[in-house]
């Protein structure tokens, strides 16, 4: 059980539930950030990132700095991609628009390849484009905060190195690193990018990236210099090769707290084998869906393939809307999402199911959800 103070459960797709010694981690009296212990502390965070996603591989590089998810854009935008350089976006809902957005902004060239509200492009959509001209990098959603869809990052990566080998496989994990299997070597990915506050589960406040080989010498072969100034690797990729050696570096200063939080939710994660984790959330997530199918409900991710499995989009029924069901819920403990894609924002709602909420069944978060949807939609005179 939690000792945290009683309060309705937070169960949208991030910021999530944090186990209690995350929280107790953030309350670490203030250290210096070029001192010997925190340079352990964040050496071994570090380190560990490897294990979570899965790289063996020297040349790869883990970041962390401090900022949003949405930090990791500027990063590949700034440092992979130069001016009109062509960039193929793989579109799975809002966050590939807010993606081609930031490209753009640094004078990248990108091409959305849509796809249907609920879908995914198909890899013969892909490959077909990838034949079309000469993409410097493809980006991919992993699970798409606004639809819910999971994209196949594993057949995605390996169609592009058959097809268009010199193009870097980037990922966006911001809602898929913890939750969703990624293996970053096997796969042949050049960049995750990540926040803290999802199923890694450490307040909000960390970018976090995983960047391969192939990836930094793509950076150090530009022709011009990187495009900004905070997000360089420039400045950040001997900051944080130091750390990890354990010798302490300054360009900007880190959050110490944070990354005491992050140490403590990676040593719980990795306590475990990761498949187990991945399993655990496939298994919650099917449990969560088969509930929502039995109350007459339909996904926006209909087909299972496209499903993800750290949260689920919903379509609200007929004559029930968002600020009626949602206050509901929150009267009853429990607080969801209401919709984020803005062609049909009104008409769905969200249920985020990763991290501690998933893994600590005693904590009941996930039947108290599902109870509490069931009563609201009563309530609100939906009748199956």
């Known amino acids: 059980m939690s000792s945290q103070d009683a309060r309705p459960t937070l169960l949208i797709p991030g910021p999530i539930e944090f186990d209690d010694a995350v929280l107790e981690s953030m309350a670490h009296p203030s250290e210096s950030h070029v001192g010997p212990a925190f340079v352990n502390a964040f050496g071994e965070t570090l380190s560990m990132l490897r294990k979570l996603f899965i790289t063996t591989d020297p040349r790869s590089q883990p970041f962390v700095i401090s900022g949003s998810g949405t930090l990791g854009w500027d990063f590949v935008a700034a440092n992979l991609v130069e001016k009109c350089d062509e960039v193929l976006v793989l579109h799975s809902g809002y966050f590939a628009d807010s993606f081609a957005t930031?490209?753009?902004?640094?004078?990248?060239?990108?091409?959305?390849?849509?796809?249907?509200?609920?879908?995914?492009?198909?890899?013969?959509?892909?490959?077909?484009?990838?034949?079309?001209?000469?993409?410097?990098?493809?980006?991919?959603?992993?699970?798409?905060?606004?639809?819910?869809?999971?994209?196949?990052?594993?057949?995605?990566?390996?169609?592009?190195?058959?097809?268009?080998?010199?193009?870097?496989?980037?990922?966006?994990?911001?809602?898929?690193?913890?939750?969703?299997?990624?293996?970053?070597?096997?796969?042949?990915?050049?960049?995750?990018?990540?926040?803290?506050?999802?199923?890694?589960?450490?307040?909000?406040?960390?970018?976090?990236?995983?960047?391969?080989?192939?990836?930094?010498?793509?950076?150090?072969?530009?022709?011009?210099?990187?495009?900004?100034?905070?997000?360089?690797?420039?400045?950040?990729l001997p900051i944080m090769q130091n750390y990890e050696a354990k010798k302490p570096s300054y360009f900007a200063t880190p959050s110490p707290q944070l990354v005491r939080a992050l140490h403590t939710s990676l040593n719980q994660i990795l306590s475990a084998p990761l498949d187990y984790r991945f399993q655990k959330h496939k298994e919650v997530s099917q449990k969560i869906k088969k509930a929502v199918a039995e109350l007459g409900l339909r996904q926006l991710a209909d087909k299972p393939e496209?499903?993800?499995?750290?949260?689920?989009?919903?379509?609200?029924?007929?004559?029930?809307?968002?600020?009626?069901?949602?206050?509901?819920?929150?009267?009853?403990?429990?607080?969801?999402?209401?919709?984020?894609?803005?062609?049909?924002?009104?008409?769905?709602?969200?249920?985020?199911?990763?991290?501690?909420?998933?893994?600590?069944?005693?904590?009941?978060?996930?039947?108290?959800?599902?109870?509490?949807?069931?009563?609201?939609?009563?309530e609100a005179g939906y009748k199956q």
């Open 102 to 236: 930031c490209l753009s902004v640094y004078g990248a060239v990108p091409t959305q390849l849509d796809a249907p509200i609920g879908s995914r492009p198909s890899l013969d959509e892909i490959e077909a484009e990838l034949k079309q001209k000469t993409y410097k990098a493809i980006t991919i959603t992993h699970t798409d905060t606004s639809t819910g869809v999971l994209s196949d990052v594993k057949a995605v990566s390996e169609l592009v190195h058959r097809v268009s080998p010199d193009t870097l496989v980037i990922v966006d994990g911001v809602c898929s690193v913890g939750c969703e299997e990624i293996r970053f070597d096997d796969w042949g990915i050049d960049v995750v990018t990540t926040a803290s506050q999802k199923a890694i589960g450490v307040p909000a406040g960390l970018c976090i990236l995983m960047v391969s080989g192939r990836g930094i010498d793509r950076f150090k072969a530009r022709k011009t210099p990187p495009s900004a100034y905070f997000a360089s690797f420039a400045n950040w």
């Open 306 to 378: 496209c499903q993800a499995n750290g949260m689920t989009a919903i379509y609200l029924p007929e004559g029930v809307a968002a600020p009626d069901l949602l206050p509901k819920l929150m009267a009853k403990g429990v607080v969801f999402a209401g919709g984020l894609h803005k062609e049909i924002a009104t008409k769905y709602f969200r249920f985020g199911h990763m991290g501690v909420s998933v893994t600590n069944a005693d904590l009941g978060h996930i039947d108290k959800a599902i109870e509490a949807l069931k009563s609201s939609l009563a």
